[in-house]
């Protein structure tokens, strides 16, 4: 979780930045209204100084038209916060936990796993479990699409324990099977804002 070096500086929460490309245009927004950052991130930035109300506003729209949107309410912000650290875990590290999925999150958010659940369950209608399992077959739906490796090889690099513990995952959230997934000639992706 970050969190701005001293207290001058401001962390702001913005829903829907999932990716580096969602980072470059964040950066790039703030860089063209002037206001300086210390660190972009996915959904948050740390801004040297507060953003005065009328700036705030100025942004909060122009976010707003970018597809972003500045997140005030604190149950809000933790629950982004959650689904940021799924991502980049799912996406960037590809599933891979040395631990389990509440002791990870338990230790990088600093908050009982117990209360996690509870207020992402409240705040998504899902949960941390059943979020993370789509996210992952989100990313293999990707490397499937990419056509690169065999099921074989994302069940390993997604951290499967099997291809049938993959396959079995991937039909109960999509209804259909990996391979007829790949044979498809379009296929239909979810964006991860969307998830």
Do not use: W
């Not at 001058?8 to 063209?32: A, G, P």
């Not at 998504?124 to 990707?142: D, L």
Request: hydrophobic share 35%.
């Amino acid at each position: 979780m970050m969190q701005c070096n001293n207290n001058k500086r401001q962390t702001l929460y913005i829903k829907n930045m999932v990716c580096d490309r969602c980072i470059m245009v964040v950066r790039n927004l703030f860089e063209s209204m002037g206001i300086s950052t210390e660190s972009v991130e996915l959904g948050t930035v740390c801004v040297v100084t507060s953003v005065e109300e009328d700036n705030l506003y100025k942004l909060r729209e122009s976010l707003y038209e970018l597809g972003f949107e500045l997140i005030d309410d604190r149950r809000q912000q933790i629950t982004e916060q959650i689904k940021n650290e799924i991502i980049k875990l799912v996406h960037h590290d590809n599933g891979c936990l040395k631990e389990n999925l509440s002791d990870f999150l338990t230790e990088i958010m600093r908050c009982e796993y117990s209360q996690l659940s509870k207020l992402f369950s409240e705040t998504t209608g899902t949960t941390i479990e059943k979020y993370f399992i789509a996210q992952k077959i989100e990313r293999a739906k990707e490397l499937l699409s990419y056509g690169e490796l065999s099921l074989s090889q994302i069940a390993d690099a997604m951290n499967y324990s099997s291809v049938a513990y993959l396959s079995a995952q991937f039909k109960s959230v999509t209804g259909e099977t990996p391979s007829s997934y790949k044979k498809r000639k379009q296929n239909r992706r979810t964006p991860l804002d969307k998830i």
